[in-house]
């Protein structure tokens, strides 16, 4: 099948290069198990799993009978004040896989809104316990955390930021990990974990007490994987319980067994 430039103008693609991608489209129309077909007819091997998000493979006959048979029942109810027994059931098994501690399920449609969301459960948290002053956040260079401005603004992706970085004040970034001595490590790097003492630092300068919440990747991704060194998270974890400051991993790239 041949697709032209006209045929394709309409779609504004992001992260792409619009005008190159549509003189030489690159365009997938099958995809089975590992398989992805395009649209010269050529097997491709799909070895990011869509983008990370389809790791049971592409085509697979039970989820589409799945799908098929929800659509049927309830296709889709609102979830304000009015509620369908899937997505309570959903949240109860996602809560049986979690740590023991962590029990509520707040479901988005993106990694971005988890993490603008996130934002705002933190603002919101502190709020309501009275601690509304606390509204600094702590990312960290080469951070990925999406598209939205509040991921916007914790990304340490200068690419990604350099013409909205202002937009959400009050965030600051700590060193990342990446070392050249640890490239070629097996597992955790021993040495780095120092850097999480960037937080103590910040809460020195800012006043512990007005950070709201500092935001890592557990292991970052779109940076290229940077493994996190060993004691980083656990000197991370005892900073933020110092100072009353909430820990968020964002794990849209490295959970559940992504
Ligand atoms: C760590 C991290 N956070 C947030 C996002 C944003 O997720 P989404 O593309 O679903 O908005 C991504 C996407 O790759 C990610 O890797």
């Not at 619009?18 to 995809?31: C, I, M, Q, T, Y």
């Not at 097996?186 to 007490?209: K, N, T, V, Y």
Request: glycine share 10%.
């Amino acid at each position: 099948m041949q697709y032209q430039t006209n045929t394709l103008e309409h779609h504004w693609m992001p992260f792409t290069a619009n005008r190159d991608f549509k003189a030489e489209p690159r365009l997938v129309v099958h995809g089975k198990g590992i398989n992805y077909t395009d649209h010269n007819g050529n097997k491709v091997i799909d070895g990011a799993s869509g983008l990370f998000c389809c790791a049971a493979g592409h085509g697979r006959q039970e989820i589409a009978d799945a799908v098929a048979k929800q659509l049927m029942e309830i296709d889709y109810s609102p979830h304000f004040q009015i509620g369908s027994p899937p997505s309570f059931e959903l949240a109860r098994r996602v809560a049986a896989l979690t740590p023991d501690d962590i029990n509520h399920v707040f479901f988005t449609n993106s990694g971005s809104e988890s993490i603008d969301t996130a934002l705002k459960i933190a603002m919101a948290y502190h709020s309501a316990r009275g601690q509304g002053h606390r509204t600094k956040f702590v990312s960290r260079e080469r951070a990925y955390h999406g598209v939205n401005i509040g991921g916007t603004s914790l990304s340490g992706l200068m690419k990604n930021r350099e013409i909205f970085g202002s937009v959400m004040p009050g965030v600051v970034h700590m060193r990342h990990t990446w070392s050249p001595d640890a490239r070629f490590t097996r597992g955790q790097p021993e040495q780095g974990a120092d850097l999480a003492d960037d937080l103590e630092r910040f809460a020195q300068l800012l006043g512990g007490q007005n950070i709201a919440a500092c935001f890592v990747e557990p292991i970052a991704g779109s940076t290229g994987c940077l493994v996190p060194p060993k004691g980083y998270l656990e000197r991370l974890r005892d900073i933020c319980d110092t100072y009353g400051i909430l820990l968020v991993f964002d794990e849209v790239i490295c959970g559940f067994g992504r």
